[in-house]
T-cell receptor
């Protein structure tokens, strides 16, 4: 069966520090991968998605970047965090089909920038 | 930009009552999906309805889709306290490569 892991679960970082959040998927090959951010009490904002190794699409301009160094690994990074980067970060994967289908979410990382 | 918009933003009901949440979207879709999120957790997929379907059932869930009005509704019948969560609708972006989620409806079911 497929499993998605995210770590760390919580993170408190000072403004200006770097960030690296990791997401890995097990039990599937060549998944589509996604990073979302959720502000407190708000909906999900799609940040990045990837349809293959090294292929990253960004939905919104921001202080963050993403990389996919391996088929089932998706990394969210920042060189210098801003206060506005605080939020709940969710990684998700889906099977590659002709149409966008069900997404499976990880447990999330709660990031607080102070 | 937002593809799905749910209403109401918040809904409080008693156990045993039905809960109805609505979603409107902007562009043509292949399918529309509903997800549930317990506080501080990841989202869980509930149901997917295709553009050529008008209604779909899964247990106590009933989803309708009206493509002419670009709207969908999620009905939870005989609600339970465990149904307390946020519910999101999601539809594909214009490129058809990713899901865009609404802001969600927060449902509180009290016993």
């Amino acid at each position: 069966s497929q499993t998605i892991h995210q770590w760390p679960a919580t993170l408190v970082q000072p403004v200006g520090s770097p960030l690296s959040l990791e997401c890995t998927v097990e039990g599937t090959s060549n998944p589509n991968l996604y990073w979302y951010r959720q502000a407190a009490g708000r909906g999900l904002q799609l940040l990045f998605y990837s349809v293959g190794i090294g292929q990253i699409s960004s939905e919104v301009p921001q202080n963050l970047s993403a990389s996919r160094p391996q088929d089932r690994q998706f990394i969210l990074s920042s060189k210098k965090l801003l206060l506005s980067d605080s939020g709940f970060y969710l990684c998700a994967w889906s099977v590659v089909l002709a149409e966008v289908n069900e997404q499976f979410f990880g447990p999330g990382t709660r990031l607080t920038v102070l | 930009s937002q593809q799905g918009e749910e209403d109401p933003q918040a809904l409080s009901i008693q156990e045993g009552e039905n809960a109805t949440m609505n979603c409107s979207y902007k562009t043509s879709i292949n399918n529309l999906q509903w997800y549930r999120q317990n506080s501080g957790r990841g989202l869980v997929h509930l149901i997917l309805i295709r553009s050529n379907e008008r209604e779909k059932h899964s247990g106590r869930l009933r989803v309708t889709l009206d493509t002419s009005k670009k709207s969908s509704s999620l009905l939870i019948t005989a609600s339970r306290a465990a149904d307390t969560a946020s519910y999101f609708c999601a539809a594909a972006n214009q490129a058809g490569t990713a899901l865009i989620f609404g802001k969600g409806t927060t449902l509180s079911v009290s016993s």
